[in-house]
């Protein structure tokens, strides 16, 4: 079983991005810790970090190949991308959005997600372990 792991704009720069905000740990730590957790449920991992909107479109869209799932953080296109909201739609693969910091604690412009309603659910606020409650949940749906 395999799960695409979408990463959006900016969070390549993790480490060192306002890290009072999103935390030291890197992306590369983030998705170690993944793939090691994945292991516990026998999940295969497709990891991709992407700044591009289209890109992650195209994921999205080529994970109805071969994905059963998609835990997605789509960073700053949670707030604006109708486009990647319609292609999780489109593919009906049970996406489950996460993010580092409490977007409901923030600015009021990212309390609005485009993402969740097509979502089974939002982790948000848990630094890097809303990754892993991300993709525990998604095991757990996916009967893992």
């Known amino acids: 079983m395999r799960i695409l792991v979408l990463h ?3 969070l390549n720069l993790l480490g060192t ?10 992306l590369k730590g983030i998705n170690q ?13 497709r990891i991709l970090q992407t ?7 195209d994921a999205i869209q080529g994970a109805m190949a071969d994905c059963q ?5 789509p960073a700053a296109y949670t707030h604006t991308s109708v486009a990647i909201r319609d292609a999780i739609a489109a593919v009906a693969l049970p996406a489950v959005e996460v993010h580092l910091s409490n977007v409901h604690a923030r600015e009021p412009f990212r309390s609005h997600s485009y993402i969740a309603p097509v979502a ?17 949940a ?3 749906r996916l009967g893992k």
């Not at 700044?51 to 479109?57: K, Q, R």
């Open 17 to 26: 991005r306002e890290p009072g905000v999103y935390g030291t740990t890197t």
């Open 8 to 10: 959006g704009p900016n």
């Open 33 to 45: 810790s993944l793939m090691a957790l994945a292991s516990e449920f026998s999940l295969e991992l």
């Open 120 to 136: 089974v659910g939002q982790i948000c606020g848990f630094g890097a372990i809303s990754y892993l409650l991300g993709l525990r």
């Open 69 to 73: 799932g998609i835990l997605i953080n």
């Open 138 to 140: 998604l095991a757990e």
């Open 51 to 57: 700044n591009s909107e289209g890109a992650m479109v």
